[in-house]
């Protein structure tokens, strides 16, 4: 993997104010990729703190041990966050007083070609965030009916000609196999009408890729099984959760559980509206672009 790739935390200063970090508390950070976060994290609570942090990738978990080492008061879990409730009792911990998510991909994913994460890079169209798990993007594009590829296209990638690139990549494959994310990144360029390509910002194949990969690894599903036990796993009153979206399919997700909870007396909202990053964070980290943050609170428990 290319060693000149860093991942810079987004959010950074917004996720450890509203986590309200202090020496002695526990807090998971659900998603530790390059430890970004981690490391801000495990700064603030300590002496007297603990930080449980949490990947469904064992490469990333096993980086960011290597860069966080082993101090007594961080534990390493290789698991998904939807599992929070099972790590929690696997690390002998109660409620805890804040959760962190950072969601999707982080770029020494996507700079690492063997993923299959990136359509500039080269490599077997894979995706998977845990590599034991069974589905790969190559499956999904192969193997999904055109319909069902055109609804992840619209659905995940907000992708206006999601039916059109489903149709090309369903004659492709008919020719034979699409193996690489180049040959992928070609079929998705080619569908594309001409004039919408020299109008779009973004590469023509961001929005596939991206929706391959939420598909992939079932990333939605995953955050509504989180948000059905969140608010058991946490402090209450006091415990907070903070999640960092980056795609309006995320966002809404956590807009819609977080007012669930507020409408079942669990929970209050502490940003009434998604925190964006500021526009010198963008200018200085553009990956950031697109990220809101949202940030809710426990109440104490009814009866
Ligand atoms: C955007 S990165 C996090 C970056 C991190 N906050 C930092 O500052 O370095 C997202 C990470 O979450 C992991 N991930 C994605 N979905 C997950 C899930 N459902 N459970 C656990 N980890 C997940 C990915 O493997 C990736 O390493």
Redesign the pocket.
């Known amino acids: 993997m290319d060693p000149s790739v860093a ?4 959010m ?1 200063g917004e996720a450890l104010e509203h986590l309200r970090l202090e020496p002695g508390k526990v807090i998971v ?10 490391g801000a994290l495990l700064d603030r609570l300590r002496p007297g703190g603990r930080l449980i942090v ?4 064992l490469e ?1 978990l096993e980086r ?1 041990k290597a860069r966080i080492g082993r101090p007594g008061d961080v534990r390493y879990f290789y ?4 599992d929070l409730d099972q790590v929690l009792a696997q690390a002998g911990e109660g409620q805890i007083h804040g959760v ?1 998510l ?5 770029s ?2 996507l700079a690492d070609p063997d993923r299959g994460f990136s359509f500039d890079r080269a490599g077997r169209l894979d995706m998977r ?2 590599r034991a798990a069974a589905l790969t993007a190559e499956d999904v594009v192969n193997r999904w009916p055109a319909e069902r590829l055109a609804e992840v296209f619209r659905r995940y990638g907000d992708q206006p000609f999601a039916r059109r690139i489903a149709a090309a990549i369903a004659a492709a494959r008919q020719r034979r196999p699409i193996r690489t994310t180049d040959e992928l990144a070609e079929v998705v360029t080619r569908a594309l009408p001409p004039a919408h390509r020299r109008r779009e910002r973004l590469h023509p194949a961001t929005r596939v890729f991206q929706a391959v990969r939420i598909a992939v ?1 079932d ?1 939605l599903g ?2 509504e099984r ?1 948000f059905d036990k969140v608010f058991d796993c946490l402090i209450s009153p006091g415990g907070r959760v903070v999640v ?1 979206a ?1 795609h309006s399919g995320e966002d809404r997700i956590v807009k819609n559980r977080l007012r669930e909870a507020v409408r079942a007396g669990r929970a209050r909202l502490v940003t009434a509206k998604p925190l964006a990053p500021t526009p010198a964070e963008v200018q200085a980290n553009p990956r950031s672009r697109s990220a809101r943050m949202r940030v809710a609170e426990a109440l104490a428990a009814a009866g």
């Open positions: 991942h810079v935390p987004v950074l950070d659900g998603t530790g990729g390059a430890g970004g976060h981690a949490l990947d469904r990738d990333a960011l698991a998904n966050f939807c962190l950072d969601l999707g991909v982080s020494l994913q965030f845990d690894n990333e995953s955050l989180f960092i980056f």
